[in-house]
């Protein structure tokens, strides 16, 4: 799993309508993610669009409910969270997620070759 900022033109928000543009404000403007999970060939499984502002943990539980039929889900540091790993494990797999340098709870047993 992984997120990727897209920017988002100047005039692309702000306009008068009802429904959800998905365009977050963050520190380079307004910008969209996208968050994307791939299989052990990279070929695109699912995804979700989120605003700029948008942790990658909160969308993670979405994008991890979708589809998992993996043994190990390998992902990067912003998506190092309790609630994640927890999910993973409970979907039936591994995760393989570094910890943030201000993570409290320790993952020793991770697989540095995955």
Same mark, same amino acid.
């Given at each position: 799993?992984?997120?990727?900022?897209?920017?988002?033109?100047?005039?692309?928000?702000?306009?008068?309508?009802?429904?959800?543009?998905?365009?977050?404000?963050?520190?380079?403007?307004?910008?969209?993610?996208?968050?994307?999970? =791939?299989?052990?060939? $990279?070929? %695109? @499984?699912?995804?979700?669009?989120?605003?700029?502002? !948008?942790?990658?943990?909160?969308?993670?539980?979405?994008?991890?409910?979708?589809?998992?039929?993996?043994?190990?889900?390998?992902?990067?540091?912003?998506?190092?969270?309790?609630?994640?790993?927890?999910?993973? =494990?409970?979907?039936? $797999?591994? %995760? @393989?997620?570094?910890?943030?340098?201000?993570?409290? !709870?320790?993952?020793?047993?991770?697989?540095?070759?995955?």
């Amino acid at each position: 799993m992984d997120g990727s900022y897209v920017r988002a033109h100047q005039y692309s928000a702000g306009a008068a309508i009802d429904s959800s543009e998905t365009i977050g404000k963050s520190r380079s403007g307004n910008t969209t993610k996208i968050h994307l999970s =791939v299989d052990a060939c $990279g070929f %695109p @499984v699912t995804f979700e669009i989120t605003g700029g502002d !948008v942790n990658d943990c909160t969308a993670a539980p979405e994008l991890l409910a979708k589809k998992l039929e993996a043994e190990g889900v390998v992902a990067d540091k912003g998506y190092d969270s309790q609630a994640v790993c927890d999910q993973v =494990v409970k979907q039936g $797999g591994k %995760p @393989v997620i570094p910890g943030r340098k201000n993570s409290v !709870v320790g993952n020793g047993d991770i697989d540095w070759y995955l």
